[in-house]
């Protein structure tokens, strides 16, 4: 599957920004799905989770209750909805489709077998 993530961009700390991952095929439903983002100097890090059917959702604790994960399967897209958006969000993300045999957590990203391109996040203060 290729995906291709979308809608980043400059914002001031407090705004928000809508992130959209684009997957080709007919097998997007197959696939759990992830946000990650890597920040200059710093390694990737999870971000957020979703479930094949939208039923099981994970956050890393600075972004819950910020950030919401959504999917439709029929237009073959995840979201990432950020709002509040803090100066320390800033970073290239990342959306990834997860192996469908892996086990390792869903946090570690050598679950993932597919990556979007990324798109650029900069928070202002």
């Known amino acids: 599957v290729q995906l291709q993530a979308s809608g980043g961009g400059l914002v001031q700390a407090g705004g928000y920004l809508r992130l959209s991952c684009v997957a080709s095929g007919r097998t997007f439903s197959s696939y759990s799905m992830g946000w990650f983002r890597q920040a200059p100097g710093k390694e990737r890090e999870f971000v957020a989770f979703i479930s094949r059917s939208g039923g099981i959702i994970d956050y890393l604790d600075p972004v819950k209750g910020r950030f919401t994960i959504s999917r439709d399967n029929a237009k073959n897209t995840v979201y990432l909805q950020m709002n509040g958006l803090k100066p320390e969000d800033t970073a290239v993300y990342y959306c990834?489709?997860?192996?469908?045999?892996?086990?390792?957590?869903?946090?570690?990203?050598?679950?993932?077998?597919?990556w979007g391109q990324g798109t650029e996040v900069t928070v202002s203060s």
């Open positions: 990834a489709a997860r192996q469908t045999t892996a086990t390792m957590s869903v946090h570690n990203d050598e679950g993932y077998a597919f």
